[in-house]
């Protein structure tokens, strides 16, 4: 089975403090790992995925295999950044579903 | 370039009523398809998801069904909706397993917003 656990639901820091989004999973095999972002009133989107080492908007996720984690983090962050987002996991196996934490509402304050 | 259509964008519908979603996908063949439960305080929740036509992987028990008549079209469907089913779907898809490949990213629709009265 898979799974992914974000411990927090609200999350609220100031404009240039550092933030980090936690994401726990559990997998047997290696998983794949991505963050997603919903900002308001718009679509689910991409925001990163380990695969590709990225950083995006200031955000960078690295995943950590022996604590099974997958923490998203920015040093300094911006108003914009407030936002939903959602930690997600796909097995490895051909077809696996993508499964997604409950998400964590960030809102970054003046 | 590939798409998704999602519709309707909100629906209103008694209690005891049919469902029908309908999600449609452009620009790509065998994709994976997926039907998103998104309730407040509850995250994003995986109902259905499907590799190819006619085949259906339900996640949790729940008074919904899903269909794949053709390769790029996703049916959310109930035969009575009950109130506990109000809530924000949200349809997706991903490169299917014709393209394997790591970091295969999903595309979402806008979403439908089912208030069941």
């Known amino acids: 089975a898979q799974r992914v656990t974000q411990p927090e639901k609200l999350l609220s820091v100031f404009k240039g403090a550092p933030v980090e989004l936690k994401c726990n999973y559990s997998?047997?095999?290696?998983?794949?790992l991505f963050w997603y972002v919903q900002y308001s009133r718009q679509r689910l989107q991409l925001l990163l995925r380990h695969i590709s080492r990225e950083s995006i908007k200031g955000f960078t996720a690295d995943l950590n295999k022996g604590e099974t984690s997958f923490h998203l983090k920015k040093p300094f962050a911006q108003e914009e950044d407030s936002a939903m987002y959602y930690c997600?996991?796909?097995?490895?196996?051909?077809?696996?579903?993508?499964?997604f934490g409950e998400g964590t509402q960030l809102t970054v304050n003046p | 370039s590939q798409t998704i259509h999602q519709w309707p964008a909100t629906l209103v519908q008694p209690v005891g009523s049919p469902l029908s979603l309908e999600c449609t996908v452009e620009?790509?063949?065998?994709?994976?398809l997926y039907w998103y439960r998104q309730a407040a305080g509850r995250g994003l929740q995986l109902l259905f998801y499907?590799?190819?036509?006619?085949?259906i992987s339900s996640e949790v028990p729940q008074n919904l069904s899903a269909s794949r008549p053709q390769d790029r079209q996703f049916i959310l469907s109930s035969k009575k909706l009950l109130l506990s089913d109000s809530g924000f779907y949200l349809c997706a898809w991903s490169v299917g397993r014709l393209r394997e490949g790591p970091g295969r990213k999903a595309f979402f629709g806008q979403g439908t917003r089912l208030t069941v009265v």
């Open positions: 997998y047997s095999g290696s998983p794949e």
């Open positions: 997600a996991l796909r097995g490895e196996t051909s077809g696996s579903r993508l499964t």
């Open positions: 620009g790509t063949s065998n994709p994976n």
């Open positions: 499907s590799v190819g036509i006619g085949q």
